[in-house]
């Protein structure tokens, strides 16, 4: 397979347009059934300057859609609809809530000679469902997890409230989707674990405990370094969405310079007192200012069982951030906030240091790093576990990679494949020139890999990804 990009492969005077979005509706057909009523079932629209009788339209069509696809298969509804300008994606995650997202499909406008208006032609097949699938699955849970479900809203306080909620959260959370950004890492929405010595994870273990023995009220608590997971006491798809709030939201917005572990002023004990570097990044941005506000996010967990809601306190120190999250029904106040900063911030402050002078003891030990001539990503079903070497960063408003978008299309691809059948399988594709992409799926979890070997035949890259797996992965892969 064979692929050479138009980008590349043209002039410059080309223009190329990313996928954008083009609307962002949630309805509800039983809100208004009868002819008349159709703008009753409209519970959220975006852009908000669209005419009332096009959102009418345009929900009825999706109505449609849904109502014909449902009788080829009734219990798997339409997922997407493909047009030659743009693409629709439909997500039911409650009972008779319906979201639909329509994203423009890339394009390129070709200037044309004596003055004619240029051509634009649609790529129609450079975007790849599963992944805008997943952005639209993404939208619901973080909606989830600040304002709990549709069907809550609605019998608390009726159509009116939960039209409210929508509207205060989604206008703001559609402003940080940026879909040209979206890749394979938004299908998995996995989780990047740090990687830690036995000891210093014990250390982790106890502060932790500690803590939740001297503050009562703390119910979870999650523990990250480098906006990476060590620890968390919350159900594995709630930490999920709460991990990618934080490290695309939260953390990016409280940037600070990581201070070294042995070099840091932070070891010697002042007085009996010890220094600390400690904060809040939510709640009060100050505690000596006397005007300081106790008001923390509220987030829901485990809103299939239980329905807890929770304060949302996160706390940190260097580069180590801990997530404490107590009942909602508690009044947070001044005096807990400052026995929490003066019982947490002193042993945050020294684990932070510990942590970062042996994770530079071991990336000594290790010798230093050769740019190899793989890059990769990795998944595991079972555990959320995520690590790319493709990805320098990524978060909500920016995704660089270092690999051509081309590739990035192929890999998406081939997950697609993955996705159709359950037994393990492997897909070698041979991609531009010096590139050559594989992929394995073994027992839950998937590999991708991308080698840079221009003259390799298809025997020398199936050696080379067995060596990989054998030294990177090892007793991950069980193929052959």
């Not at 106790?294 to 949302?312: A, C, G, M, Q, W």
């Not at 408003?397 to 051509?404: A, D, G, K």
Request: glycine share 4%.
């Amino acid at each position: 397979m064979l692929m050479i990009s138009p980008r590349m492969a043209s002039g410059m005077q080309e223009k190329q347009y990313t996928p954008s979005l083009l609307s962002f509706f949630i309805y509800n057909p039983k809100f208004g059934p009868r002819e008349g009523e159709e703008e009753k079932k409209i519970l959220f629209y975006h852009p908000i300057e669209i005419e009332k009788n096009e959102k009418i339209r345009n929900v009825g069509l999706c109505e449609a859609i849904v109502q014909f696809t449902r009788t080829f298969c009734p219990t798997k509804p339409a997922k997407s609809l493909h047009t030659q300008k743009n693409r629709q994606f439909f997500h039911e995650p409650e009972e008779n809530y319906w979201m639909v997202m329509v994203v423009r499909n890339p394009m390129v406008e070709k200037p044309n000679k004596d003055g004619k208006p240029p051509t634009v032609e649609y790529q129609e097949e450079e975007i790849i469902d599963s992944v805008y699938g997943s952005v639209l699955q993404q939208c619901y849970s973080m909606y989830k997890l600040f304002n709990g479900t549709f069907s809550r809203a609605f019998e608390a306080g009726g159509v009116e409230l939960l039209i409210q909620k929508l509207e205060k959260f989604f206008y703001r959370y559609l402003q940080t989707l940026h879909l040209q950004s979206c890749d394979l890492l938004d299908v998995f929405g996995g989780i990047s674990f740090f990687p830690l010595d036995k000891m210093t994870y014990l250390k982790i273990q106890s502060f932790v405990n500690r803590v939740e023995e001297s503050l009562s009220l703390v119910k979870y608590t999650a523990f990250l370094y480098n906006d990476q997971l060590i620890w968390s006491g919350l159900e594995q798809d709630d930490m999920q969405i709460l991990y990618k709030y934080l490290t695309t939201s939260l953390f990016p917005r409280h940037t600070e310079p990581e201070l070294a572990g042995r070099d840091s002023p932070l070891r010697p004990e002042v007085a009996g007192n010890l220094l600390h570097y400690g904060r809040f990044l939510t709640g009060p941005a100050n505690l000596k200012d006397p005007d300081a506000k106790f008001r923390f996010p509220k987030i829901f967990v485990n809103t299939e069982d239980s329905y807890e809601e929770l304060h949302l306190i996160v706390y940190k120190a260097m580069s180590a951030a801990v997530c404490f999250m107590v009942n909602a029904a508690v009044d947070l106040s001044r005096e807990l906030c400052e026995q929490l900063d003066s019982l947490v911030g002193p042993q945050l402050t020294l684990l932070a240091s510990d942590i970062c002078e042996q994770y530079n003891i071991n990336r000594r030990i290790s010798g230093p790093e050769k740019e190899p001539q793989f890059k990769f990503i990795y998944f595991n079903h079972m555990n959320l576990a995520e690590k790319s070497t493709i990805h320098m960063r990524k978060t909500a408003s920016v995704s660089l990679t270092s690999v051509h978008p081309d590739l990035m299309k192929i890999l998406g691809d081939i997950n697609c494949d993955f996705a159709r059948v359950d037994e393990d399988e492997e897909i070698i594709v041979k991609a531009m020139t010096d590139y050559w992409v594989v992929g394995k799926k073994s027992d839950q979890r998937e590999l991708y890999v991308i080698l840079n070997q221009k003259n390799a035949n298809l025997i020398e890259v199936n050696e080379e990804v067995k060596r990989l797996c054998a030294t990177q992965f090892n007793n991950i892969f069980f193929l052959d």
